[in-house]
């Protein structure tokens, strides 16, 4: 079981946009598809609070995939289904077998920003093809706004991020929104959260 010290402290205002986002939603069973759900302990946290939701974690790392399996093993959680392996820069037909309108709702948390712009793409378009109409898109994360990354610890976060990998980076809030809108995904909310992160609701038109 591997531990983020930063999912450990996020996780319940996280939660909660959550739980505030699906609440009319909450007297059926809905289906939510995790991307790169790290260690698990979000996915975990979620369907703890949220036992009318059917969490499928996903993850490109066989490590993270591994642990998601101890915390559903030391949990018992009965929400939470095996972690399958899925590339988001794929086309969505090779999605874990994930078929056309299946999901309620996508989640991406810290994802986007250690991906490349094609990876975001695909993130979208996947997300434009899988989800149910009306369904949700929900990503968290640090971003810049029309080209501008403030404050100035956030372009430093940029910049080791870009050391890491040149592709990656922090994604531009109006980039993606364009792309999502061309995928049949309008922004519906931004919620503002601690340390200049934001949570972007997009919902499916």
Same mark, same amino acid.
């Given at each position: 079981?591997?531990?983020?010290?930063?999912?450990?402290?996020?996780?319940?205002?996280?939660?909660?946009?959550?739980?505030?986002?699906?609440?009319?939603?909450?007297?059926?069973?809905?289906?939510? #598809?995790?991307?790169? $759900?790290?260690?698990?302990?979000?996915? +975990?946290?979620?369907? %703890?609070?949220?036992? !009318?939701? &059917?969490? @499928?974690?996903?993850?490109?790392?066989?490590?993270?995939?591994?642990?998601?399996?101890?915390?559903?093993?030391?949990?018992?959680?009965?929400?939470?289904?095996?972690?399958?392996?899925?590339?988001?820069?794929?086309?969505?037909?090779?999605?874990?077998? #994930?078929?056309?309108? $299946?999901?309620?709702?996508?989640?991406? +948390?810290?994802?986007? %920003?250690?991906?490349? !712009?094609? &990876?975001? @793409?695909?993130?979208?378009?996947?997300?434009?093809?899988?989800?149910?109409?009306?369904?949700?898109?929900?990503?968290?994360?640090?971003?810049?706004?029309?080209?501008?990354?403030?404050?100035?610890?956030?372009?430093?976060?940029?910049?080791?991020?870009?050391?890491?990998?040149?592709?990656?980076?922090?994604?531009?809030?109006?980039?993606?929104? %364009?792309?999502?809108?061309?995928?049949?995904?309008?922004?519906?909310?931004?919620?503002?959260?601690?340390?200049?992160?934001?949570?972007?609701?997009?919902?499916?038109?």
């Amino acid at each position: 079981m591997l531990l983020s010290p930063q999912a450990e402290r996020n996780w319940e205002s996280l939660c909660s946009v959550l739980e505030d986002v699906l609440e009319d939603q909450s007297h059926r069973q809905l289906f939510a #598809l995790e991307l790169g $759900s790290g260690t698990g302990q979000h996915v +975990i946290r979620f369907a %703890q609070k949220m036992p !009318f939701v &059917t969490w @499928q974690p996903s993850d490109i790392e066989e490590a993270s995939r591994e642990s998601i399996k101890a915390y559903i093993a030391a949990t018992h959680i009965q929400t939470v289904l095996q972690p399958v392996h899925l590339d988001a820069s794929e086309p969505w037909e090779k999605w874990a077998g #994930l078929s056309k309108n $299946s999901c309620d709702i996508i989640i991406a +948390i810290n994802l986007l %920003q250690y991906s490349s !712009f094609k &990876t975001a @793409q695909g993130v979208i378009n996947g997300a434009g093809k899988i989800l149910k109409p009306n369904g949700l898109f929900i990503t968290y994360g640090v971003y810049a706004v029309n080209g501008i990354i403030t404050p100035s610890r956030n372009e430093q976060l940029d910049a080791e991020i870009r050391k890491l990998n040149p592709e990656w980076g922090l994604p531009d809030i109006d980039v993606l929104r %364009q792309h999502a809108f061309g995928n049949g995904l309008r922004l519906e909310r931004m919620v503002e959260m601690e340390d200049y992160y934001k949570c972007l609701i997009f919902r499916k038109l």
